[in-house]
Nanobody
Framework: QLQIVESGGGLVQPGGSLRLSCAASGFNSDYYAIAWFRQAPGKEREGVSSSSSSDGVTYYSDSVKGRFAISRDNAKNTVYLQMNSLKPEDTAVYYC?????????????????WGQGTQVTVSK
């Protein structure tokens, strides 16, 4: 069974921080690009960040550059998304996905495995 499980979402005030975790099982995430997507109510799902499978290259959407950081713990087969200086517009369901490159880092078509999502709400 190939599974991805996200955790770490919750309610946080503007300016606060959260760390999301993406735990992979049934496959070695070292061999896959891992990406975080998010979907806010009434909006299309968008790529937030991605970590490449081999060369350590990371990608971020313009809206989160300088505030979010993606990282890997290969020993735990887990990818993290550290989110700092959170804004209300960051409110969304966040999804972790694993796949191969070829479509562009922020294209859903390039990812084979998806988690169930975790809710992040930024509000006073």
């Amino acid at each position: 069974q190939l599974q991805i499980v996200e955790s770490g979402g919750g309610l946080v005030q503007p300016g606060g921080s959260l760390r999301l975790s993406c735990a992979a099982s049934g496959f070695n995430s070292d061999y896959y690009a891992i990406a975080w997507f998010r979907q806010a109510p009434g909006k299309e799902r968008e790529g937030v960040s991605s970590s490449s499978s081999s060369d350590g290259v990371t990608y971020y959407s313009d809206s989160v550059k300088g505030r979010f950081a993606i990282s890997r713990d290969n020993a735990k087969n887990t990818v993290y998304l550290q989110m700092n200086s959170l804004k209300p517009e960051d409110t969304a369901v966040y999804y972790c996905a694993a796949g191969s490159t070829g479509w562009g880092w922020d294209r859903e078509e390039g990812y084979d495995y998806w988690g169930q999502g975790t809710q992040v709400t930024v509000s006073k």
